[in-house]
C-alpha cells in the first residue's frame, strides 16, 4: 500500500493591504509519502509578492528512519522562483543533492511553462463536488 499526506497553509503578511501588486504571504507546506520501509518527507516554505513567489525546500527525514546502517534519510535541497500571471505559468528550480550520490550529480535544473487554453473564469455547467489544486 502507498500512502500519502500533504497539506499547508498561507499567511498573509499584510492582509488589509488595498493594492493587489502590494500584497505579500508566507506558505508553509508539507508532502509526506511512504511504501514498506519507504518514507520520504518534503518541507517547504513559499514568499509570494503578488504574481511573484521564492521559495525552499527540504527533501527528506534524517532525524527519522535511516534504510541502512551508514544511509541518512536525506535527499536534496531545492530553490524554487516562479510568475504566475492570470492564465500562464513559468516556474524553475534547482535541486541541490545533500545525499551520499551529491559527488555523482551537480543537482538538477527544472524549468515549467504551462498556459491555459480555456477562459480562466468561465462559469462551468457543473459544481465540481471537490476541487481540485491548480498548478
Not at 541518512?72 to 543533492?97: E, H, L, Q, W
Request: hydrophobic share 35%; net charge positive.
Amino acid at each position: 500500500i502507498k500512502y500519502t499526506v500533504h497539506g499547508g497553509a498561507k499567511f498573509y503578511i499584510n492582509k488589509d493591504e488595498k493594492e493587489e501588486i502590494k500584497k505579500k504571504s508566507i506558505s508553509g507546506v508539507f508532502h509526506y509519502r511512504g511504501q514498506k520501509e519507504f518514507s520520504q518527507l518534503d518541507l517547504g516554505v513559499y514568499y509570494t509578492r503578488y504574481v511573484f513567489s521564492l521559495g525552499l525546500w527540504y527533501r527528506g527525514i534524517p532525524w527519522f528512519k535511516a534504510y541502512k546502517k551508514g544511509y541518512s534519510n536525506n535527499d536534496a535541497v531545492a530553490i524554487v522562483a516562479g510568475v504566475k500571471t492570470k492564465r500562464m505559468n513559468i516556474g524553475y528550480s534547482y535541486d541541490y543533492t545533500i545525499s551520499k550520490l551529491a559527488f555523482l550529480t551537480n543537482g538538477a535544473h527544472e524549468v515549467t511553462l504551462a498556459y491555459q487554453i480555456c477562459k480562466p473564469n468561465k462559469k462551468k455547467k457543473y459544481k465540481l463536488l471537490i476541487p481540485c489544486p491548480k498548478f
